[in-house]
């Protein structure tokens, strides 16, 4: 998929799991009733309306099913979206359709049922294989049965990816070099390689701001991310994206719109889009509560709480922002266009002497190896 192709994606949030893991900052609750699905669906529908009546005409390349836990859904659920979608858009014949999933909510008859709802690709949560970090990450699942839905997923779909989180207390680099060795046996094609970040407000913040969860420091966190990086291009999977590794063609393609800075429309409580509509690119945000958002959408026909438009070095800077994170770096005349000034060539110029970022052969502008794990500062130096 070139990155200059104009893509357009759908992304559909359902903000239900089965518990709140202690790390995670997303979008999601925990109900203890059951989830009122063909209500959710209308909603979904309605939204999804309105928003093609915004942008109509496009051709859908990517669908994702995000959360929460998507897989805690019907396939009938998932079916009634996708086909809700191809009325109001058309979906390419190659479109990219993904749903996440937890090894808890694997079921081979459930996942062949997805499959007939149009899903081929899955993305699993696996997050460590592990026994002792994954009850210390709140998951659900052993280890063993985290790669027995691994197993499942690939026996019914084509593509599929899982995630792993690192720099976790107390790993080292060997530790974490067996670990992802025995992944890269299972992984197929793509795997998501998070480093674990403390979040404000999640109750791993609060054991760390009390002492009783160390994470490894900074020479240590760079250890685990150059072993990363090594053992994954050893076996065929090199990063990608910062924290995405694949084989190639086998990047996800809905992730790339948004590193890519295409359009793309958020759909369900708590999604985000990118919408271009008369010349101007809006940025929108709905409700994130469950609830508020079906109230919103049942009364108004969305659940909109933000829809504004970006300006041009706003729309520049997320164009760097995202685009740096890629492997492939980014086209300086798409910026220049983009933001009306080109980049600062001292600046540039200064970075390729500390060794932080380079030029490609075909004039693409990108972040180094050495330069991805102080990524952050390489970016904000570029857009100052």
Known sequence: MPDDLAQFGVYVHWPFCLSKCPYCDFNSHVRRTAIDEPRFVRAFAAEIAGTAERVPGRVVSSIFFGGGTPSLMQPETIAAVVQT??????????AEITLEANPTSVEAGRFRGYRAAG?????????????????????????????????????????????????????????????????????????????????????FAALHAAGRL????????????????????????????????????????????????????????????????DDERRATATEKRPEAWLAAVESNGHGLIADDILTREERADEFLLMGLRLAEGIDPQRYENLAGRALDPARVAALQENGLVEMTAAGRLRVSLPGFPVLDAVVADLAA
């Open 85 to 94: 979608i191809a009325r109001h858009w058309t979906i390419a014949s190659d």
């Open 214 to 277: 160390k994470t490894p420091d900074e020479d240590m966190s760079r250890a685990l991310y150059d072993t990363t990086q090594e053992i994954c291009a050893a076996h065929g999977l090199p990063a990608y994206e910062i924290s995405n590794h694949a084989r190639p063609g086998a990047e996800s393609r809905h992730n790339l719109i948004y590193w890519r800075a295409h359009e793309y429309a958020g759909i369900g409580p708590g999604a985000h889009g990118r919408l271009d509509i």
């Open 119 to 203: 899903v081929n690709r899955v993305s699993l949560g696996v997050q460590a294989l592990d026994d002792r970090a994954l009850a210390e990450l709140g998951r659900l699942h052993s280890a063993r049965e985290a790669l027995d839905a691994v197993a499942v997923a690939r026996d019914a779909f084509a593509r599929v990816s899982f995630d792993l989180i690192y720099a976790r207390p107390q790993q080292t680099p060997a530790d974490w070099a067996n670990e992802l060795k025995r992944a890269l046996a299972e992984a197929g094609e793509h795997l998501s390689l998070y480093q674990l970040t403390i979040e404000a407000d999640t109750p």
